[in-house]
């Protein structure tokens, strides 16, 4: 069980919009670490979808954006796309009982119709 | 152009030992922190271990603690994990990341492209 819980699944049509979810807790997300998003295809390693709760890097397109409040953070995507057929996972930092933690969230796989 | 290349994965027994390396080229090695993640089979992505930049900070997921080593060679741009007492559980792709420092506001914003480790007998 992940220390971050997101929708084991998404789904819309071309040219709509989703969200995905991260919720977390006082120890991560509501401790006020940042919180990262990646994107993976299918056979291939993740790729740096969000960072910093909203940033894009370079070459990642403006349909993609993040967001945090609180002890949850989200993934919107807009003007659905085929290729955005994918896994989508956020990543936060947990300072717990047993130590500094990267912790990821379960992952949503994002299915476009 | 910036890569991180995984090496040392394969087929390894219970109990046994494995020692995975990443190659980094393209950037400044020796500034960035460095993660290690897996991936089981079918399964999401599980953090593995963090160094920091000069070695002097490292963590290590609750699962690997006391079994598993990372370690980096700024000199040779490398980035290391030692595997003991592998378990069935250990199975996975394992990528190594280049990332910001601990709960910092940069992710991982380069990855390697695995390397396999099969924990079977």
């Known amino acids: 069980q992940s220390v971050l819980t997101q929708p084991p699944s998404v789904s819309g049509a071309p040219g709509q919009r989703v969200t995905i979810s991260c919720t977390g807790s006082s120890s991560n997300i509501g401790a006020g670490y940042d919180v990262h998003w990646y994107q993976q295809l299918p056979g291939t390693a993740p790729k740096l979808l969000i960072y910093?709760?909203?940033n894009r890097p370079s070459g990642v397109p403006d349909r993609f954006s993040g967001s945090k409040s609180g002890t949850s953070a989200s993934l919107a995507i807009t003007g659905l796309q085929a290729e955005d057929e994918a896994d989508y996972y956020c990543?936060?930092?947990?300072?717990?009982?047993?130590?500094?933690?990267?912790?990821f969230g379960g992952g949503t796989k994002l299915t476009v119709l | 152009e910036v890569q991180l290349v995984e090496s040392g994965g394969g087929l390894v027994q219970p109990g046994g030992s494995l020692r995975l390396s990443c190659a980094a080229s393209?950037?400044?090695?020796?500034?960035?922190?460095m993660n290690w993640v897996r991936q089981a089979p079918g399964k999401g992505l599980e953090w593995v271990s963090y160094?920091?930049?000069?070695?002097?900070?490292?963590y290590y997921a609750d699962s690997v603690k006391g079994r598993f080593t990372i370690s980096r060679d700024n000199a040779k741009n490398s980035l290391y994990l030692q595997m003991n007492s592998l378990r069935d559980e250990d199975t996975a792709v394992y990528y190594c990341?280049?990332?910001?420092?601990?709960?910092?506001?940069?992710?991982?914003?380069?990855w390697g492209q695995g390397t396999t480790v099969t924990v079977s007998s």
């Open positions: 990341a280049r990332g910001g420092d601990y709960g910092g506001p940069l992710g991982m914003d380069v």
């Open positions: 393209g950037f400044t090695f020796s500034s960035y922190s």
């Open positions: 990543q936060s930092y947990d300072s717990s009982l047993s130590g500094p933690h990267v912790v």
């Open positions: 910093g709760n909203s």
């Open positions: 160094i920091s930049s000069s070695s002097s900070t490292i």
